[in-house]
């Protein structure tokens, strides 16, 4: 027993140093166990947060009545990110099923943003767009995303198998039609070559490929599901002359028998197109085929003039 008598007895001393060991760590961790708890109450509130977030967009119900025929209906667009800086103002474009469409102009002209809207990224502040007549604030995103075949700006391809990356959009695929699309795209070839072929591990973001096969292979992925409607965003900005021929040859036989939309800087991959929509600051200021467009002298004419070599650089791009 202690006594309040300031001497203390060894027995109880060796309790006093035992239940004092026992209980530091306890005392510790529950110090933690707080901190965790308070980091738990913070991290819940941000998802809570983000759940309750209404979509500013409301997905239609409709499906596209079969089969689709991907007509394409730009009908006075206008469009802004921030408030008060326009970036598509009043565009109209029609695009009838099975033409194939180029969309050209400088670097921030809007070109994408009209991709972005025909993808219902975002919804137009006036005007309406609509597929096969009917609105896409009225379909469905499985109906509307389903009939498009989308070729980005940026690849994006995920750590896996070369076949896996050409699937993703349809995991069901047989091994005939994942090869079959990889011809279409000119990229079987070069996918045989490959260390291990269609199973070759492509690395994070496809980094052991060269942007030409990554583009190839991003073709392929779209085709692959056989879209009425084809959308390339500049699918050959990032590629030599030998593989920006390969992509031409493959998007001669891709674009056959749908829709497509391709922009594209180099003007000498467009030639063909059934018609040509030059964009400046948000606004269409020519449209026709190459050869009409050319024989005016507007922004195009001049643009292939520059890219021709046909002049000495007075006018930039
Ligand atoms: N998410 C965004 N937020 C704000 N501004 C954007 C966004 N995306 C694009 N913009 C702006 O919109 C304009 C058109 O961009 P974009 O359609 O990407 O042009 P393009 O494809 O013709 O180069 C540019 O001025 C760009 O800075
Ligand atoms: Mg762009």
Redesign the pocket.
């Known amino acids: 027993m202690a006594r309040l008598n300031g001497t203390l007895s060894v027995g109880i001393y060796s309790v006093l140093v035992f239940m004092t060991q026992r209980l530091l760590w306890p005392l510790t961790s529950l110090g933690e166990t707080l901190d965790q708890f308070q980091r738990f109450l913070a991290s819940t509130h941000r998802i809570q947060n983000l759940f309750d977030t209404k979509p500013q967009m409301v997905e239609g119900q409709k499906p596209l009545p079969t089969p689709i025929q991907g007509e394409i209906n730009l009908q006075n667009v206008t469009f802004s ?2 408030a008060g800086t326009p ?1 598509l103002k009043g565009v109209s474009m029609h695009i009838p099923a099975g033409e194939t469409h180029a969309i050209v ?1 400088a ?7 009209i991709i972005r809207l025909l993808l219902r990224f975002h919804d137009p502040i006036s005007g309406q767009v609509t597929l096969d007549g009917l609105p896409l604030t009225d379909l469905s995103y499985s109906a509307l995303r389903g009939a498009i075949g989308f070729v980005s700006q940026d690849v994006f391809l995920f750590h896996g198998t070369v076949r896996e990356n050409i699937a993703y959009g349809k995991p069901d695929a047989s091994t005939e039609e994942i090869e079959a699309a990889a011809r279409s795209a000119e990229a079987h070839e070069f996918i045989l070559a490959l260390p291990n072929g269609y199973d070759t591990i492509v690395g994070e973001r496809g980094q052991k490929l060269s942007g030409g096969q990554r583009q190839r292979i991003s073709i392929a992925r779209a085709i692959l599901r056989d879209p009425a409607i084809l959308v390339l965003d500049e699918a050959t900005s990032a590629v030599d002359n030998e593989t920006e021929a390969a992509i031409q040859r493959s998007l001669a036989v891709v674009t056959k028998g749908r829709t497509a939309v391709m ?1 594209a800087h180099r003007l000498s991959t467009i030639r063909d197109a059934d018609k040509i929509w030059v ?1 400046e600051n948000g606004e269409i200021i020519e449209s026709g085929t190459h050869d009409e467009l050319t024989s005016q002298s507007g922004l195009y004419a001049a643009l292939w003039r520059v890219q021709t070599g046909a002049t000495s650089g007075l006018i930039s791009t």
């Open positions: 990110y921030i970036v102009g670097t921030g002209s809007g070109k994408s943003t922009i964009l």
